[in-house]
């Protein structure tokens, strides 16, 4: 019970201290504040370009063509051989006939069409194929290798080279981005920090005389910890908004994709409310310790 009146109290005096003196307070404000919609609009870019290179790559296919001699029975045999390898996803194996293939092209282009309107099964040079997903895409090049080893499959690709290519500048984009973030984010705690200790440093009159009046260093340190986090949460108020209707916005004006329909934006359902959170977690953790760290030097030894 003692506990939770000296932390009421504590709560109560950082708010009435973070108004007490507006102008200071305003300044450390106003600082998490910009800090944290620098960091938020990183977030969102960082998160958007992890999205869409996964996406890329949840789309690379790999294509096993069958040979044209191929019987049904052996085509289920290959089907089979190709679910067991390891990095392959079981729910999208999929087979597409070659008179189906046909007939997609000669709807695609009239050429086609007059080409192979006559052709029967048998005298249809188009192949079989499996189209395949894998569950690593690093391991690609291994898993089309043991494709082409499965009895009748007879070619397969899945732009070799290219892909490869693909995954190293996704790897670099990535780490990039979080490093991006990371800096950003260990920028603003240094921001913040420092704001928040010229504000507290401009109060060691304040502090001297809890000194004097007998106050245990965790007394002292309490009330700017809490006016720390008030500040903090303050600060991230203005952040969380613009984040979640200006994100929300963007999406909406875009149609959930930018420039291009490959290039997909975040749906904002949970994702506005996991990045505010984040946000206001950096702006408490930040103004508590900065406060704290602040104060440190005016206890006593």
């Given at each position: ?38 960091v938020s609009v990183s977030m969102i870019l960082s998160l958007n370009v992890n999205n869409f290179t996964s996406l890329i790559e949840k789309d690379v296919t790999i294509v096993a063509f ?204 949970s994702f506005v409310y996991l990045v505010s959170l984040i946000l206001l977690a950096i702006g408490m953790i930040v103004g508590m310790f900065g406060s704290i760290r602040a104060v440190r ?5």
């Open positions: 019970m003692k506990t939770l009146r000296i932390l009421s109290r504590n709560i109560r005096d950082s708010f009435k201290s973070v108004f007490r003196n507006f102008s200071l307070s305003l300044a450390s404000i106003s600082c998490i504040t910009i800090t944290l919609i620098v069958l040979k044209t001699d191929i019987t049904e029975e052996e085509t289920d045999k290959v089907y089979d051989e190709i679910i067991t390898l390891d990095n392959i996803e079981k729910d999208n194996v999929e087979f597409r006939d070659k008179m189906d293939i046909s007939k997609e092209m000669m709807a695609s282009s009239e050429t086609f069409k007059s080409i192979m309107k006559d052709w029967t099964r048998e005298e249809s040079p188009i192949q079989d194929t499996f189209q395949i997903k894998v569950t690593d895409i690093n391991l690609i090049h291994k898993t089309a290798e043991e494709i082409k080893n499965i009895k009748n499959v007879d070619v397969v690709k899945y732009g070799e080279g290219m892909v490869e290519e693909l995954v190293k500048v996704f790897d670099v984009i990535r780490k990039v981005s979080i490093a991006i973030v990371i800096s950003l984010i260990l920028v603003t705690a240094f921001l913040i920090a420092n704001t928040i200790k010229i504000t507290i440093m401009s109060r060691k009159r304040e502090i001297e005389i809890m000194r004097l009046v007998g106050a245990s260093n965790i007394n002292i340190r309490l009330p700017f910890m809490f006016e720390g986090l008030t500040l903090g949460i303050i600060g991230s108020i203005i952040p969380i908004i613009i984040t979640i209707y200006g994100y929300n916005a963007l999406y909406n004006h875009f149609d959930g994709q930018l420039f291009t329909q490959f290039i997909k934006l975040i749906k904002p359902d030097k005016y206890l006593k030894i």
